[in-house]
């Protein structure tokens, strides 16, 4: 079932097109990710996914329900966190999922079961009686998340939200975040990290000046541009000498006993490969495959070297 369905979405500002016909379908309990560079799109179609802004064109179902016709049954099944907390800093841990509690209209009983139970999957249960001010960043984010939690959302949209924290606290929101998909709540993960979308995404959408240049899973998405190889390793010269003669190598290395040979990294590629040394009757002590990474991937298809430190 896709939870997040879009057919020619579209959303400009003025003259300035930010949305030019985006199709997008997510199937529930998966991690969706939109990567782009600064000003493609990508928070604002989570604006206009959340009902936060209303599009210019094009259709979009969230968890079944129609966007436009049907927005308070939209909101009542999605939550939001960003990359800037929601957050009181006033108030205790405690009292933010207290009143966050109050705003989803959940019994005094049910409220502070609810916030107990996600304090403690959180890891924010000793610092719950303490100000957010005290908080570190990592922790300010858990605690978001865990009030958007509160509302039992089915769908999850996450707009940046591992921006400005340290490696460590990534990891951490990294964790919860599959720990999220394993209960089957389905995420929509904005993000400025290729490494990020790498980790998390079932499938990846790419964006470039409000349109979408790209999409599928990383392993498809790298395979798509050149650089991709086999290197193979022989026992001795003599194999190496053979398979070079056999195959069409990019490079050789005779310390080593190595041949490079081009491939897109895919299964296919692979057998073809391993087909012609079987038939040749040249043994292959050893290999690796290479592909290239999501940022040759960016860089390929955008012309950008790494995606902004902002976001669009």
Do not use: C
């Amino acid at each position: 079932m896709a939870m997040i369905e879009t057919r020619g979405l579209r959303k400009a500002f003025g003259a300035h097109v930010v949305l030019d016909g985006i199709d997008l379908s997510v199937p529930e309990g998966t991690i969706f990710a939109l990567l782009g560079p600064n000003g493609a799109g990508k928070t604002t179609i989570v604006h206009i996914l959340s009902t936060l802004l209303r599009p210019d064109g094009g259709e979009a179902r969230v968890a079944g329900h129609d966007l436009l016709r049907e927005p308070a049954a939209v909101r009542a099944a999605i939550g939001v966190t960003g990359q800037f907390s929601a957050v009181d800093e006033l108030l205790t841990g405690d009292e933010n999922l207290w009143l966050m509690a109050n705003l989803y209209h959940l019994d005094r009983r049910e409220g502070r079961r609810r916030s107990a139970d996600l304090l403690e999957r959180f890891d924010l249960l000793d610092a719950a009686k303490k100000p957010v001010s005290t908080y570190s960043g990592g922790m300010r984010r858990r605690l978001d998340l865990a009030m958007t939690l509160l509302g039992t959302p089915r769908i999850v949209f996450l707009d940046e939200p591992t921006t400005g924290l340290d490696p460590r606290s990534r990891r951490t929101m990294w964790q919860l975040i599959r720990a999220l998909v394993a209960g089957g709540i389905t995420i929509l993960l904005t993000t400025q990290y290729l490494e990020e979308a790498d980790e998390l995404a079932d499938r990846i959408a790419l964006l470039d000046g409000g349109r979408l240049i790209a999409e599928g899973t990383a392993d498809e998405l790298k395979r798509r541009i050149p650089g991709g190889h086999i290197t193979l390793q022989f026992a001795d010269l003599h194999a190496l000498d053979l398979a070079a003669r056999t195959l069409p190598a990019t490079a050789r290395d005779d310390d080593a006993l190595t041949l490079t040979v081009p491939s897109d990294g895919g299964v296919q590629s692979l057998r073809a490969v391993l087909d012609q040394l079987d038939h040749a009757m040249i043994r292959v002590d050893g290999l690796s495959v290479h592909t290239p990474d999501l940022d040759d991937v960016f860089f390929a298809l955008t012309g950008h070297a790494d995606t902004s430190k902002g976001h669009a």
